[in-house]
């Protein structure tokens, strides 16, 4: 079946930096979304995107949908203590039915 | 409006047990789907209803897993004779209708099998 492949596994950055991290696949998919998840909690939606090339903010967050589809990266500027979280990728594509899937997660902790 | 919830929040179920958990969809929403979700890992897909039409049961992993709709709104996915390996969070989302993919998740149900 389809996989997603999200990297860093997790990451531990000082407060004020910059993070970024990706998530590639084998298989195309049409739609991408980022989603957070804290503990205890179900995932939260962060940013969707539609169409390759696509570069969509969302105040300190910013995605991009990767040209051929198979991958896509969130950036958070200015990282902040309440940023910590799991960051989930997910991608659709209705060849491989009307369902997210969803990588393994970052995990990111924020050191103040 | 209110979001996606669920109950219970945690339950714990001897092996051999059934349990039921529920889901109350943000309300309007067409499109529901469970998902499963182990330590550590993302969500899995289990089940996707529209309305009260069950279209899609591809992902529950064994014929123990059965989710109904009955009236299109609320759902219920029940697990009967649990073994340890069910043990997870079982995840509930909702979408309104044709977007499918912009699904809201609730707080899950956090199963755990002794």
């Known amino acids: 079946g389809q996989q997603l492949n999200q990297s860093p596994q997790s990451m531990f950055i000082q407060e004020g930096e910059d993070v970024s991290m990706n998530c590639t696949s084998s298989s195309i998919f049409n739609t991408w979304l980022w989603y957070k998840q804290e503990p205890g909690e179900g995932p939260v939606l962060l940013i969707a995107?539609?169409?390759?090339?696509e570069l969509t903010s969302n105040g300190r967050l910013t995605a991009q949908f990767g040209i051929t589809r198979k991958d896509s990266f969130l950036n958070i500027s200015a990282s902040i203590p309440s940023d910590v979280g799991i960051y989930f990728c997910?991608?659709?594509?209705?060849?491989?039915?009307?369902?997210?899937?969803f990588g393994a997660g970052t995990i990111l902790r924020v050191k103040s | 409006g209110a979001g996606v919830s669920q109950s219970p929040r945690y339950k714990v179920a001897k092996r051999g047990q059934d349990v039921a958990l529920r889901c109350d969809p943000i309300?309007?929403?067409?499109?529901l789907f469970w998902y499963q979700q182990a330590l550590g890992q993302g969500p899995e897909f289990l089940t996707y209803f529209q309305n009260e039409a069950q279209l899609d049961k591809s992902g529950l992993p064994s014929d123990r897993f059965f989710a109904e709709r009955p009236e299109g709104s609320v759902s219920t996915l029940k697990i009967q004779r649990t073994q340890q390996e069910d043990s997870a969070v079982y995840l509930c989302?909702?979408?309104?209708?044709?977007?499918?993919?912009?699904?809201?998740f609730g707080p899950g149900t956090r199963l755990t099998v002794t």
């Open positions: 995107l539609y169409k390759a090339g």
């Open positions: 997910a991608g659709f594509n209705m060849e491989y039915g009307n369902k997210l899937v």
């Open positions: 989302a909702s979408s309104l209708g044709g977007a499918t993919y912009e699904q809201y």
């Open positions: 309300s309007g929403h067409v499109s």
